[in-house]
């Protein structure tokens, strides 16, 4: 059982860590487009917003699933507490 | 505020080492907030201000690197049924409040007294502050652990018990985490002085996390998670705001996020493993150690104001290089706190469990 979640874990930590690193690389090859139209302020504003919730979902995704298939997960019994 | 295009100009290159600087603080930071439901930011915007961004977009890019991690732990601790989204967001509407007042008072200050009275107002509130709510938070969980209560359940303080006992009409709400009804005007005060404080010293956790543990009565591990859900409330307004202007840096955000989100997971599934005293230590311990680093530097700004003699620039460097140290000392030692609760919890489980296998095959 643990191992088949560890598994899966693994295959979407692959998928959502690649995704990942795309969207980081795509960040750092065009950051002056990013640096000159993220910076302009009024309705731009909505432009680093939006990016970090993408980047949330996509890198938290990643970082969950990254810790899932190491084996580091929560605790199965309330007796640790 | 400030003209968005001269900002622009103020976005600072990146090199290797500069990104690997932000990674692993946020990763630190990360591992912290997702334990205790704050922390991290008092260094890393200190942190970013080392390598030469200014202090309102330094402030701004913490911000904006605070909500998406909140929301990500925040999401995870749900999981565990730690969280009380409504009591979070109730607490967050009014932290809000806080926010935006706690900056007028920020930018009142500076007008006029310029940047060494703003600095001055922060660390004396950073000092204050930490002192009475860091010693109070660290001897209890320290009394917990002398009396060796730390398995058992976290009892009421006298005051929790009178906020659950008053009931002004209309006023009342359910909460998870408190498992009682109480007036949601008890809550506004709280949020507002949360998010005052993260307006003034970023951190909005040292409040907020007490308040709700020993004003209205919510267990530790309960009380962390659901600061988070604040975090989150407060970090998208203000991201919003100083966004509008032109402040944040999204790349540096980004950077610290993807360090901040493999810790703030990390720290969450630690919560599973450690009794709840653990949270009030860890936290208690982080708030008193930083307010040593912040009462370093008080006399620096005094000097700058003229509040007390000159002070030579060699040992004024000298302050502020410990001072900075210490915070950096004090988030290292919340982090390792966590990891060994964590190893330590993770051992015992495997144990129990290899003691119940033993006894199965006995039967």
């Not at chain 2, 008890?186 to 956790?205: K, W, Y």
Request: with cysteine; hydrophobic share 55%.
């Amino acid at each position: 059982m643990a191992t088949t979640t560890r598994k899966k874990a693994l295959v979407s930590a692959i998928i959502m860590g690649a995704l990942s690193i795309g969207l980081y690389a795509l960040l750092f090859l065009k950051q002056d487009l990013v640096n000159s139209n993220f910076g302009k302020g009024g309705a731009y504003a909505l432009l680093p917003i939006a990016t970090a919730f993408l980047f949330s979902f996509v890198h938290g995704s990643f970082t969950g699933n990254f810790w899932t298939a190491l084996g580091i997960e929560a605790a199965k019994s309330k007796g640790g507490k | 505020m400030h003209d968005a295009v001269a900002v622009v100009s103020q976005f600072i290159d990146l090199s290797l080492w500069t990104v690997l600087y932000l990674f692993a603080m946020g990763f630190v930071g990360g591992l912290v907030s997702g334990f205790i439901g704050s922390g991290g930011a008092f260094v890393l915007t200190p942190g970013m201000m080392s390598l030469g961004v200014p202090g309102l977009m330094a402030v701004a890019s913490n911000m904006c690197h605070k909500f998406p991690k909140a929301l990500v732990g925040a999401t995870k601790r749900a999981k565990y049924g730690q969280v009380d989204v409504k009591l979070g967001v109730v607490l967050g509407i009014s932290a809000e409040a806080g926010v935006l007042y706690g900056a007028s008072i920020q930018e009142g200050i500076k007008k006029a007294y310029g940047d060494a009275g703003s600095n001055l107002y922060v660390s004396t509130a950073f000092v204050v502050i930490l002192a009475i709510v860091g010693g109070f938070v660290l001897r209890d969980a320290i009394k917990s652990y002398r009396a060796g209560t730390t398995n058992d359940e976290e009892k009421l303080t006298k005051i929790a018990r009178w906020v659950q006992s008053v009931n002004i009409p209309y006023t009342m709400v359910y909460f998870k985490a408190l498992n009682a009804r109480i007036s949601v005007l008890f809550t506004i005060p709280l949020g507002f002085a949360t998010g005052m404080l993260a307006a003034t010293i970023a951190v909005g956790g040292f409040i907020g996390v007490p308040a709700m543990m020993y004003v209205l009565g919510a267990p530790g591990l309960m009380a962390s998670a659901t600061e988070l859900v604040i975090a989150f409330v407060m970090g998208v307004g203000g991201s919003f705001k100083y966004a509008l202007h032109g402040m944040v840096d999204i790349r540096l955000a980004l950077i610290i996020l993807a360090g901040s989100l493999f810790g703030i997971q990390l720290g969450a599934i630690g919560t599973t493993y450690v009794r709840p005293y653990m949270i009030k230590l860890v936290m208690g311990v982080i708030m008193v150690t930083v307010l040593f680093s912040r009462a370093l530097m008080l006399p620096v700004y005094m000097s700058q104001l003229h509040l007390i003699g000159e002070m030579s620039p060699a040992t004024s460097k000298l302050l502020s290089n410990t001072s900075f140290a210490i915070m950096m000392f004090a988030l290292g030692l919340g982090a390792f706190i966590v990891l060994k609760a964590m190893w330590q919890g993770k051992r015992e489980e495997r144990l129990r469990e290899s003691a119940g296998a033993l006894a199965v095959e006995r039967i």
